[in-house]
């Protein structure tokens, strides 16, 4: 039973991502890249399910694991269009590929080792968040979460500012957002777990979904950056898009029905004893 809520939980979140995903990118590119998302979610999601040890039977298990799935599904499917994939980039306006200033690394050592480095530097911050579990800091408990919390937001602001502000400029308030979004969240998720790494991975999770719905549906004809200034190549997506957007409603349905009962909870969603060791190693 376990497994098939996490399934279905990984199945809405992976759903969720292809959805906005696609929103914006099908009258570009088509609808091909779709299933990627949901395969990745609905894979992920079991796995993190044991790792974690969240309780699926409360609804904070099911809003934690949801921000999760999301998190680590970016992670890995942005790695992969980043450091693995390798395509023609001259049909984006921003590379989708790792590039300093424009400039794409191209395949072979130099790549692979930046990809490398880029894995070690957020396991060693993965890490590091956990092990802040056991610091006492006469701190507030509220503090510690948001502060750690927003440190996924400020990596992201940093990666985003140096992917995109080269070639479209330097946004403020895109900058500033993600770092305080996450914060925010992983307040939120504090109300039912106390392992940083874990409110802070659903928090960055759910601080995507938030921004994406944002940039997606309140400004739905404003081309991605990335393909910024770049021709419509399917007209016909521009229609063909709006049947999934019930879809994409109703999981944000389940997302906050799902809060509703979870604040009703008395009690913390505490990770099974093997989290505590296995969720920063596979992390």
């Given at each position: 039973m376990i497994w098939l809520i996490a399934l279905a939980v990984g199945l809405l979140a992976g759903t969720h991502t292809?959805?906005?995903g696609m929103y914006?990118?099908?009258?570009h590119e088509g609808f091909r890249h779709y299933p990627r998302s949901i395969f990745v979610s609905?894979?992920?999601?079991?796995?993190l399910a044991w790792i974690s040890g969240i309780d699926l039977f409360k609804a904070s298990g099911l809003v934690l694991l949801f921000g999760l799935t999301y998190a680590i599904?970016?992670?890995?499917?942005?790695?992969?269009?980043?450091?693995?994939?390798?395509?023609?980039?001259s049909k984006y306006t921003?590379?989708?590929?790792?590039?300093?200033?424009g400039y794409v690394i191209p395949k072979g050592g130099k790549r692979w080792a930046i990809a490398i480095a880029h894995v070690v530097v957020y396991c060693a911050?993965?890490?590091?968040?956990?092990s802040a579990q056991g610091i006492q800091t006469g701190w507030p408990r509220w503090v510690l979460f948001a502060l750690l919390g927003s440190i996924g937001g400020w990596l992201s602001a940093f990666g985003g500012a140096f992917k995109d502000a080269p070639i479209e400029g330097f946004h403020t308030f895109k900058f500033f957002r993600s770092p305080g979004l996450a914060a925010g969240y992983t307040l939120l998720m504090s109300l039912w777990t106390d392992s940083y790494l874990l409110a802070a991975l659903a928090g960055i999770g759910y601080t995507v979904a938030t921004i994406e719905t944002y940039k997606t549906f309140f400004f739905p004809n404003l081309p991605r950056?990335?393909?910024?200034?770049?021709?419509?190549?399917?007209?016909?997506?521009?229609?063909?898009?709006?049947?999934?957007v019930p879809i994409y409603a109703g999981v944000w349905l389940f997302v906050l029905t799902s809060l509703?009962?979870?604040?009703?909870?008395?009690?913390?969603?505490?990770?099974?004893?093997?989290?505590?060791?296995a969720m920063p190693l596979a992390l």
């Open positions: 292809a959805t906005w914006k990118d099908a009258p609905t894979l992920a999601a079991p796995v599904e970016r992670a890995i499917t942005e790695f992969w269009k980043t450091f693995v994939r390798f395509e023609d980039q921003i590379p989708m590929q790792f590039h300093v200033f911050v993965a890490w590091g968040v956990h950056g990335k393909f910024a200034n770049k021709p419509i190549l399917y007209p016909e997506h521009l229609e063909t898009r709006k049947r999934f509703a009962f979870a604040l009703q909870e008395k009690e913390l969603n505490r990770p099974a004893a093997r989290a505590a060791v």
